[in-house]
């Protein structure tokens, strides 16, 4: 229950930080755009992880917790990889 609440907190204080990230860094044109981008991103990964539950046990009686885990990083992943492939070190507008 411990972990279930410093989990909690951390995507308390990580969205509205992201946003506000997002924002800093966004040049004016694009700033609704970008402020739009960490919500969306978090209502799908809310999706995706309700998808991969449903896809192992509907039920969610008997989960494979590992594979769960690993599958559920995997857009994580991904995504780093591809940062750090296309973003430059500093924004300068």
Known sequence: SIVRGVVGLAFGFGLPACCAYCLEIAPASWR????????????????????IIWLD???????????????????T????????ACLNESPSW
Do not use: N, Q
Not at 32 to 51: D, H, K, Q, R, V
Not at 59 to 75: D, T
């Open 32 to 51: 609704t755009f970008s402020y739009c981008i960490p919500i969306w991103l978090y209502t799908a990964g809310e999706t995706y992880s309700s998808y």
């Open 57 to 75: 046990d509907p039920s969610m009686k008997h989960l494979h917790w590992r594979w769960l885990l690993i599958v559920g990083a995997l857009p």
């Open 77 to 84: 992943i991904i995504l780093t990889f591809l940062s750090a």
